[in-house]
């Protein structure tokens, strides 16, 4: 595998399920983020993690919780979300903030 | 705060034909100016990155331009090919901090 992997691509998932969305990178970074693209709205910084610290929280509901064990990997898990989090959610990394960021495909998320 | 706005929201062009696409940020406190190119449903692939000391970065045919003063960005395409066709995003880094902020998109449009 290369660059930064997202499992899985598409998930659906009923208001009161309990998910997780996983995210690897191969590039040896030591940042990853998570953003939300919802239809017709800019792309959402949601977390940062830098050498594994939380260093940024975009005001994200509760019901997102970000987990990153070491710098490769990132999850975010999710409990009772609402249909407006319907959404694609991206994965990046990166070397440093002065360097480019690197996204993965996205996990296609739909609550019913 | 930091708004990052792209004109036009959507181009159409003949096969062939250079084009510009504008970013404009409302904090000129930028750290790096980054562009990306989005394919329908997919993840982002990085295009090109600026940082604030720099003035253009060029990958084939691909020129983007940073201007702090003013607070303007542009992606030069050219000899535009029906495979250019996708949303291209401009995102600027703030100073210190791993945010980027990122601007709607330009839906592009190349017809043979």
């Known amino acids: 595998e290369t660059g930064v992997t997202q499992t899985p691509r598409h998930l659906v998932m009923g208001m009161t399920n309990k998910k997780s969305l996983k995210c690897e990178q191969h590039?040896?970074?030591?940042?990853m983020y998570w953003y939300k693209q919802s239809a017709k709205k800019p792309l959402e910084l949601m977390f940062v993690y830098n050498f594994k610290e939380q260093t940024e929280n975009n005001s994200v509901p509760s019901r997102f919780s970000p987990e990153c064990p070491n710098s490769s990997h990132l999850f975010l898990h999710l409990h009772t979300l609402q249909p407006e989090d319907s959404a694609l959610y991206l994965c990046?990394?990166?070397?440093?903030?002065?360097?480019?960021?690197?996204f993965g495909p996205g996990t296609r998320l739909t609550v019913t | 705060k930091q708004e990052v706005t792209q004109i036009p929201a959507a181009l159409s062009v003949p096969e062939g034909e250079n084009l510009v696409l504008n970013c404009s940020f409302t904090?000129?406190?930028?750290?790096?100016l980054q562009w990306f190119r989005q394919d329908p449903g997919k993840g982002l692939t990085s295009l090109l990155l600026?940082?604030?000391?720099?003035r253009e970065q060029t990958s084939g045919r691909l020129n983007a331009s940073l201007d702090k003063s003013s607070g303007r960005s542009t992606l030069y395409i050219a000899a535009s090919q029906p495979g250019d066709s996708a949303t291209y995003l401009c995102a600027g880094g703030m100073d210190s901090s791993y945010k980027l902020i990122f601007g709607s998109g330009t839906r592009l449009l190349v017809r043979p």
């Open positions: 590039l040896g970074h030591n940042a």
């Open positions: 600026i940082q604030s000391s720099q």
């Open positions: 990046a990394s990166s070397q440093d903030n002065r360097f480019e960021q690197y």
């Open positions: 904090d000129s406190a930028i750290y790096n």
